[in-house]
């Protein structure tokens, strides 16, 4: 083994290294995991670990996790150690999701580059699957409070894991981190972007854990201090959403757990903070640029890097916008999916009517159909009918997130999941005019709706195991009343006695 490591690393076959640390890691852990193996699912979502290269491509460590744990669902079906869940009501929206998609994909086919394809776009095709089939697993388990236990730890674990690694990739100088191309006259806007992931986890998972009287009136000043310190992050990281998603989870605490005093504390609490920075920025005090681009939307007096986005102005989403636009008005209905020509490629990156400004940077983004806007951005790929489609897979995450706060007991582990995605899908609906990704959304969340869906209707069963357990007894309670009624009479007979 020795030697065969020492002779791939002389050689540079890290793709050999990697599957030979893959299987020797990869094997303990599935064996330990048993039944459970469905966890490496939000494990390595959530955690964003490295990619692993393969025949010159960068496989995703989530991908196989995916693939492998769908190989393992499919053998304990065939055994019936697992039950293979296909219908619900809930599952609909994701159905016709997966159809429509795959009704533009049979008449506009893209492949994948590792395979010669001539067309671009297949990598994002395989993700939806991925994300159907990881949809697939987790909505056919019965959830236990254990499973739940696991998923706050992967909540929170994860988003820690992947901000250091990112973190430590962009310090260490690697070529593909992913912020290298923001580096330069923005280069306050870099590592500090992972800094909201964090605080966004620990923000959601506090307030869907204990009410707002009991984090805001001082009850438990730890969590208090953990909070204000999750404000304190996201400020840093320059993200001006992830800083209103902080500052909404209590609002919406206040809402599921039905204290409707702290909406009004929260909000003069909000309109207090923006007055200290309108008026305090530049007068009293100077914010760090990280600070100023994230609270850059609030009208004060900021530095002159900023004067591009006063008032929620953001050339590069209206440059997305237009190339949107553009591809809507050409294909209302029936879209084009990820299908992207080379000569398209060039075309959108040489297009000279669109050149400077905001565009020219959104062009690259546009042509990796990153449009940074759900409606639009599911439109332009596959036409109307997937935004509308979109919608429906929304509301019913919400509307099932909220029954679920109201059925599970509060501050139970599947109340806290519960509550969680209800402000994880709130959070993406509020945002959806600035966030998107056709492939990338479902390939992130279809897991958590998932396990969701199953949460539900595990509560749907619990509920019948005891109206069950309840009918078994009604017999016995016929026989004690029918008894107590013949010794009623008796005694009436009887003068009173016996």
């Given amino acids: 083994m020795a030697f065969f490591m020492g002779r791939a690393a002389g050689q540079g076959q890290l793709m050999q290294i990697a599957l030979v640390f893959g299987v020797m890691i990869g094997a303990p852990i599935l064996l330990s995991l048993g039944k459970n193996y469905w966890?490496?699912?939000?494990?390595?979502?959530?955690?964003g670990l490295p990619a692993i290269p393969f025949g010159g491509r960068n496989i995703e460590l989530a991908e196989l996790c995916i693939v492998l744990c769908f190989g393992i669902f499919v053998s304990r079906v065939a055994f019936k150690l697992d039950k293979l869940v296909l219908w619900r009501a809930t599952h609909i929206p994701i159905y016709l999701f997966m159809v429509w998609v795959l009704f533009?994909?049979?008449?506009?086919?893209?492949?994948?580059?590792?395979?010669?394809?001539?067309?671009?776009?297949?990598?994002?095709?395989?993700?939806?699957?991925?994300?159907?089939?990881?949809?697939v697993i987790?909505?056919?388990?019965?959830?236990?409070?254990?499973?739940?236990?696991?998923?706050?730890?992967?909540?929170?674990?994860?988003?820690?894991?992947?901000?250091?690694?990112?973190?430590?990739?962009?310090?260490?100088?690697?070529?593909?981190?992913?912020?290298?191309?923001?580096?330069?006259?923005?280069d306050f806007y870099t590592w500090h972007q992972n800094l909201s992931g964090p605080a966004l986890a620990i923000?959601?998972?506090?307030?869907?854990?204990?009410?707002?009287?009991?984090?805001?009136?001082?009850?438990?000043?730890?969590?208090?201090?953990?909070?204000?310190?999750?404000?304190?992050?996201?400020?840093?990281?320059?993200?001006r959403t992830a800083i209103?998603?902080?500052?909404?989870?209590?609002?919406?605490?206040?809402?599921?757990?039905?204290?409707?005093?702290?909406?009004?504390?929260?909000?003069?609490?909000?309109?207090?903070?923006?007055l200290v920075v309108i008026f305090g920025h530049g007068n009293l005090f100077q914010f760090p640029l990280q600070i100023q681009r994230t609270l850059s939307w609030l009208p004060a007096d900021w530095d002159s890097e900023f004067r591009h986005m006063e008032h929620g102005k953001d050339s590069f989403r209206e440059g997305l916008r237009r190339f949107a636009m553009e591809n809507i008005e050409r294909y209302p209905i029936i879209g084009r999916g990820f299908t992207v020509d080379y000569s398209e490629v060039i075309r959108q990156i040489t297009a000279t009517k669109y050149v400077g400004?905001?565009?020219?940077?959104?062009?690259?983004?546009?042509?990796?159909?990153?449009?940074?806007?759900?409606?639009?951005?599911?439109?332009?790929?596959?036409?109307?009918p997937l935004s509308v489609i979109q919608a429906l897979v929304y509301l019913t995450a919400l509307i099932v997130s909220?029954?679920?706060?109201?059925?599970?007991?509060?501050?139970?582990?599947?109340?806290?999941?519960?509550?969680?995605?209800?402000?994880?899908?709130?959070?993406?609906?509020?945002?959806?005019?600035?966030?998107?990704?056709?492939?990338?959304?479902?390939?992130?969340?279809?897991?958590?709706?998932?396990?969701?869906?199953?949460?539900?209707?595990?509560?749907?069963?619990?509920?019948?195991?005891?109206?069950?357990?309840?009918?078994?007894?009604?017999?016995?309670?016929?026989?004690?009343?029918?008894?107590?009624?013949?010794l009623a009479q008796f005694r009436a007979e009887n003068g009173g006695f016996v």
Avoid at 121 to 135: D, I, P, V
Avoid at 246 to 252: K, T
């Fill in 357 to 384: 400004g905001g565009d020219s940077l959104a062009a690259p983004y546009a042509i990796g159909r990153a449009w940074h806007n759900t409606w639009l951005g599911y439109a332009a790929d596959f036409g109307i």
């Fill in 138 to 186: 987790i909505s056919s388990r019965e959830i236990t409070d254990k499973d739940c236990k696991w998923v706050v730890v992967f909540i929170i674990g994860g988003s820690i894991v992947s901000a250091s690694y990112n973190i430590f990739s962009f310090f260490r100088g690697a070529s593909d981190d992913v912020f290298a191309m923001d580096s330069g006259p923005d």
């Fill in 402 to 486: 909220y029954k679920s706060t109201r059925l599970y007991p509060m501050g139970s582990l599947k109340f806290i999941l519960s509550a969680y995605i209800l402000f994880y899908t709130f959070r993406d609906i509020l945002f959806s005019h600035v966030v998107g990704h056709t492939s990338w959304d479902a390939y992130n969340r279809w897991w958590m709706y998932g396990f969701l869906f199953s949460l539900y209707a595990t509560l749907s069963k619990e509920k019948g195991d005891n109206n069950q357990t309840i009918s078994t007894l009604s017999p016995r309670k016929a026989e004690w009343e029918k008894l107590e009624k013949g």
């Fill in 203 to 239: 923000s959601f998972i506090l307030f869907a854990w204990k009410k707002p009287r009991e984090i805001l009136g001082f009850r438990h000043p730890i969590l208090l201090l953990l909070y204000i310190a999750a404000i304190g992050f996201t400020l840093f990281s320059g993200k």
């Fill in 244 to 274: 209103i998603a902080v500052f909404l989870a209590p609002l919406v605490s206040a809402i599921v757990f039905r204290q409707y005093g702290y909406l009004f504390i929260g909000l003069f609490g909000a309109i207090v903070f923006s």
């Fill in 104 to 135: 533009i994909f049979c008449l506009y086919p893209s492949g994948l580059g590792a395979f010669g394809s001539t067309t671009m776009g297949g990598r994002f095709y395989l993700k939806l699957l991925l994300a159907f089939m990881a949809f």
């Fill in 39 to 47: 966890y490496l699912i939000p494990a390595s979502l959530l955690s």
